[in-house]
């Protein structure tokens, strides 16, 4: 089995292939990556970046569904870059970000897109080609070592939790220009937060809970004992140590995405996010992906939630 089969079986949704640049994903609808290559990766989504087919199938995902452009294009406006020269994609991946940030910008601007993944930047280079764009692999917490001072913004989206927030919001202030705007999101799950169209939307079992159901049933999983853990990174804790690191928050509120069912199955077989964790291989989890979403429409409206900060740099 292709390991790219929720891309490209019933979507649910076709207006939303509408992409040019779907065109990129074409070879990983092929037999191409065979079984044997098939990666087994860690359970967690911080480590495990760096690796062939989550970096080719991320890119295919965000090429077919709007929600990393979605969020990305939303940090960019509240980041007010027109008429900016320097900005820095942080954690960016394969350059949805700074897609939506060149789009944006005069002639005259620079972005630096900086990942720890050349996996990720690599698959990002063979689609997006634009002169004002350059690509720096190394770490957030280290991008001061990269990047010199002035920059006009920083923004960076669906990844600071993965970082040393502590550090990386030290290094992003010394990069920043006074005044400049650092701008980023926080997935709700990490940030504690949900958005009131998330608590709507739920009127059935989510799509990660009958992945686990049907673990659980043919696979004798056992799920780890729930226990009420803090968020990884909410507001309060944010707001501290960005004003440790020198800067004033200007904005923070929650967002919504909506997305559905067929959007989750697709991010769900990106091999970095399948599901569920533990000792099982990818293709039985994407398995158990078939299983669960035959158990759901398609076309079912899911929402995620985003806690978005704009923060600006202390004069
Ligand atoms: C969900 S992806 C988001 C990519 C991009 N911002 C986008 O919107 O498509 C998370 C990214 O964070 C990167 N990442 C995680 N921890 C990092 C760190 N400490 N420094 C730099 N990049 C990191 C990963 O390599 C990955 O490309």
């Known amino acids: 089995m292709c390991w790219t089969w929720a891309f490209s079986r019933d979507t649910g949704s076709r207006s939303a292939i509408t992409h040019p640049r779907r065109r990129a994903c074409r070879p990983l609808f092929s037999e191409r990556v065979g079984r044997e290559e098939t990666p087994v990766v860690p359970p967690d989504a911080v480590a495990g970046w760096d690796e062939r087919h989550t970096a080719e199938a991320y890119a295919c995902f965000t090429h077919l569904f709007p929600m990393y452009t979605n969020t990305s294009r939303d940090l960019v406006e509240r980041a007010e870059l027109r008429g900016s020269r320097l900005v820095v994609d942080l954690c960016g991946g394969t350059g949805v970000t700074a897609g939506a940030a060149l789009a944006v910008l005069p002639s005259r601007a620079r972005v630096i897109s900086l990942d720890a993944s050349a996996a990720m930047q690599e698959v990002g280079r063979r689609s ?13 917490e280290d991008v001061a070592r990269h990047v010199g001072e002035g920059a006009d913004a920083v923004v960076c989206n669906s990844a600071i939790w993965k970082t040393d927030t502590m550090a990386t919001f030290t290094a992003v202030r010394s990069v920043l220009r006074p005044g400049g705007r650092f701008v980023f999101n926080i997935g709700g799950g990490f940030a504690g937060v949900t958005h009131p169209d998330e608590e709507a939307a739920r009127t059935g079992p989510s799509l990660s809970a009958l992945i686990q159901d049907v673990a659980v049933r043919d696979y004798g999983y056992v799920p780890p004992r729930k226990t009420r853990a803090r968020p990884k990174l909410p507001l309060e804790v944010v707001r501290a140590q960005l004003r440790a690191a020198g800067f004033r928050v200007l904005e923070a509120g929650v967002v919504a995405h909506h997305g559905t069912m067929a959007e ?24 158990i992906l078939r299983k669960a979403y035959a158990l759901v429409a398609p076309g079912q409206v899911t929402v995620t939630s985003w806690l978005v900060v704009v923060a600006q740099a202390a004069g």
Do not use: C, N
């Not at 997006?128 to 957030?140: C, E, I």
């Not at 199955?265 to 398995?287: H, N, V």
């Open 128 to 140: 997006l080609h634009d002169t004002r764009l350059s690509w720096v692999t190394a770490r957030a």
């Open 264 to 287: 989750k199955r697709a991010w769900l077989s990106i091999p970095i996010f399948a599901q569920p964790e533990g000792d099982l291989t990818y293709e039985q989890r994407m398995e």
